[in-house]
């Protein structure tokens, strides 16, 4: 992990060739596995960066694995109980504690399941994809895991790259709105999560950029 003081200013990345040559070059010099992070506000295209970059490594040779921050939601039974349900998404609405010990488990070379998060049950499922303990690197998105606070900067500690993706706020919210159309929530509950709750997450993520190696940021608004 490179050393950030005062001062510190990630590069920027033009495109996503040049994201894999980075991730490349530092996979060749690193001890295995590799633990790469990608944060970035909601609806940035994460998982959709992180399976194209865990699909590319394959094909080169690498084994690679895609490990999610969704899988660590807490349930919805949880987030009920604790008065959370309304604004899901925030960064107290994950298990971090659980999330840092999964990372740990990944530097470790452990081989355990990590848990994905389901779109049709909005609920975690425990066992999401196997962690076989023999990865050279592993892939690891989500929102907050760059954020500062404990005990998100303890699993922090274990990331060989950090990647911040970003894009416009038009953007943001045309994606969100598909997103929990889709998930089956009517024009004015879409409108009051993405206001309440999404892009107030957006502005927080968005403090963990400075910490980042590289930043890319889709430069078409919607």
Excluded at 35 to 41: F, H, L, Y
Excluded at 173 to 178: E, H, I, P, V, W
Aim: with cysteine; charged share 25%; hydrophobic share 40%.
């Amino acid at each position: 992990m490179s050393a950030r003081g005062a001062g510190w200013m990630p590069e920027r990345l033009r495109d996503y060739a040049s994201l894999l040559r980075a991730v490349v070059t530092r996979l060749d010099a690193a001890q295995p596995p590799l633990i790469v992070a990608i944060a970035g506000p909601p609806a940035t295209g994460k998982s959709t960066l992180a399976q194209r970059l865990t699909e590319d490594l394959l094909a080169a040779g690498h084994f690679a694995a895609h490990c999610p921050m969704d899988g660590f939601h807490k349930t919805n039974t949880q987030l009920a109980a604790e008065g959370l349900r309304s604004v899901k998404g925030r960064i107290d609405t994950f298990d971090a504690v659980a999330f840092a010990k999964a990372v740990a488990r990944l530097a470790k070379g452990d081989a355990f399941w990590w848990p994905r998060y389901s779109r049709h049950r909005h609920d975690p499922v425990p066992e999401g994809t196997r962690i076989e303990g023999n990865e050279t690197v592993c892939i690891v998105e989500g929102n907050y895991i760059l954020a500062s606070d404990r005990p998100w900067r303890s699993a922090a500690a274990h990331f060989g790259l950090r990647i911040f993706l970003d894009a416009p706020d038009g953007l943001l919210r045309q994606r969100l709105t598909q997103r929990h159309e889709r998930g089956g929530k009517g024009k004015s509950e879409t409108s009051a999560k993405i206001a309440l709750t999404d892009m107030p997450n957006a502005t927080e993520i968005r403090k963990s950029a400075s910490v980042a190696d590289f930043l890319l940021q889709e430069a078409v608004d919607g």
